[in-house]
């Protein structure tokens, strides 16, 4: 069984397209595919109610596979993939990469090739290309990897080590948000204003690089302003929702150290940094309130991972389109 994991974008989205630095975090839930000889190629999501042959137009799920599948020998079997998704799609928390990673792995997987998380966060590029036209690779990247790690597009990987682990609140806006046309937006303002919009990136990144210093020396209350700034930064970009900032809000009434928009943006999911775990689950109560889909995660910990506790309904959410 091969692994995809979700990640979330603490700091840095969208400008990371443009060559800024982004710090993410892998999830502990994600997608697991295995991959079995079969007469044809095809791929199988049963949450979803996909079975589809590998050119099935019409299916984009198909379409992502013949691109993993263009790189391999032409002499190889074929290949029934079956996938099992464990988040929901359009929601900032990379399905789309966990799916082109995991495909990945289940296929290496059967065909016994061997690959570093590296080379299998950058080969599965083809797939998150389908779905998202401009990916910057940081999903890949950490969809392979997991852990914390600073990005920066065409760099190796950086692990940053977390001196207390992050407990984090995920909170689902509701609203489903295209990665694919959010980056196209942000690409019209930033096409039309560029000194503008490279303003705001280079003010991005340098929250980017204090977060990784505040991550490392343990200071969550710095850590909680750097998001705060960075997701103010992402509403000047208009990147934000009146849902989205509902729920910023009420996590920082709830006493979070900062609250932002992650991902993408426009719909999608939110986090929110808390002191503690209990206060993280405290907090995730009166978002519960608010929002279909809430997490509570910890970032960093001893196995520089992120556990999830009581995730509630996250197969109920789309596919990636
Ligand atoms: C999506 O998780 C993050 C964006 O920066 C897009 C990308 O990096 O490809 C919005």
Known sequence: MAFGRGKV???????????????????????????????????????????????????????????????YPSTRPRLRVEVDVELPGGAGLGCSAALGVAVTGAIDEALGIERSATERGEYSLRWERVFHGNPSGVDNAMAAAGGIALFRKGHPLEPVRARRPLPLVIAHSGESSSTKEVVAMVARQHEKEPARVGEVFEGIASLVRNARLAVEAGDLAALGQLMDMNHALLSALMLSTEQLEALCRAAREAGALGAKLTGAGAGGCMIALAASRAQAEAIRARLATLSPLTLVAEAGGLDEDVMLADAEGRREEGKPE
């Open 9 to 71: 974008i603490l700091l840095g989205e969208h400008g990371v397209v443009y060559g800024h630095p982004a710090l993410a975090a892998g999830l502990g839930v994600g997608v697991h595919a295995r991959a079995v000889a079969s007469d044809v190629d095809v791929i199988e999501a049963r949450p979803w109610g996909v079975f589809a042959r590998v050119d099935d137009d019409d299916e984009p799920l198909a379409k992502g596979y013949a691109a993993i599948l263009e790189g």
